[in-house]
């Protein structure tokens, strides 16, 4: 069975930094993707970043562009979201998922499993 399970999130001061960490098991797929989405309280569930673990490629919503940098360490089974430049509207519960297509984007149907999530809060 496939787990993922998130770590890494924290209380921050808007402009610093924080890195998530979403260690996966139970998969032995070459391919896959590995998707960070986050919830900001009543908001719905957004994709922030995404990565196709077999050929290094990368996704990025528009409002953290330049400032995440989402990355893997497929020995480890461990994909990684580097957050820079934090701002307020960041905060919210950090997930990641799995999906067994290496292409998925941002649709949350095309992932298969879930994380518990992660709290991330950016104070002003």
């Known amino acids: 069975e496939v787990q993922l399970v998130e770590s890494g999130g924290d209380l921050v001061q808007a402009g610093g930094s924080l890195r998530l960490s979403c260690a996966g098991s139970g998969f032995t797929f070459d391919d896959y993707a590995i998707g960070w989405f986050r919830q900001a309280p009543g908001k719905e569930r957004e994709g922030v970043s995404r990565?196709?673990?077999?050929?290094?490629?990368?996704y990025y919503a528009d409002s953290i562009k330049g400032r995440f940098t989402i990355s893997s360490d497929n020995a480890k089974g461990t994909v990684y979201l580097q957050m820079n430049s934090l701002k307020p509207e960041d905060t919210g519960v950090y997930y990641c998922?799995?999906?067994?297509?290496?292409?998925?984007?941002?649709?949350?149907?095309?992932?298969?499993?879930w994380g518990q999530g992660t709290q991330v809060t950016v104070s002003s």
């Open positions: 990565i196709d673990v077999a050929d290094g490629e990368t």
């Open positions: 998922a799995f999906s067994v297509y290496g292409g998925a984007g941002f649709e949350q149907n095309e992932y298969d499993y």
